[in-house]
């Protein structure tokens, strides 16, 4: 079973930028489609950005143009990189695969506040 472990979330100023990491147990170049979620306080957690294997990307309007994710397969890692962050970004970031085929991780919290 392949463990996913997040990591560089923390605390930033509006408009500051953070990059998180997504390291997995195992290679991840088999799997076509890595993700990135949050979960903010009292809500339902949520897709903010996804990548094929051959580096094709989307994201949630709300982070278009602001996020940015990125996978490397050697190291068996996705990152996501997060610029002019705002206070609605403040959420726990975990990663899994486009149809949540692993366990959960732990996450990473990121808290956007002045």
């Known amino acids: 079973q392949v463990q996913l472990v997040e990591s560089g979330g923390g605390l930033v100023q509006p408009g500051g930028s953070l990059r998180l990491s997504c390291a997995a147990s195992r290679s991840i170049f088999s799997i076509n489609t890595m993700a990135w979620y949050r979960q903010p306080p009292g809500k339902e957690r949520e897709l903010v950005a996804r990548?094929?294997?051959?580096?094709?990307?989307n994201y949630a309007d709300s982070v278009k143009g602001r996020f940015a994710i990125s996978r490397d397969n050697a190291r068996n890692t996705v990152y996501l990189q997060m610029n002019s962050l705002k206070p609605d970004d403040t959420a726990v970031y975990y990663c899994?695969?486009?149809?949540?085929?692993?366990?959960w991780g732990r996450g990473t919290q990121v808290t956007v506040s002045s």
């Open positions: 990548i094929t294997r051959g580096g094709n990307t």
């Open positions: 899994n695969t486009d149809n949540i085929s692993f366990p």
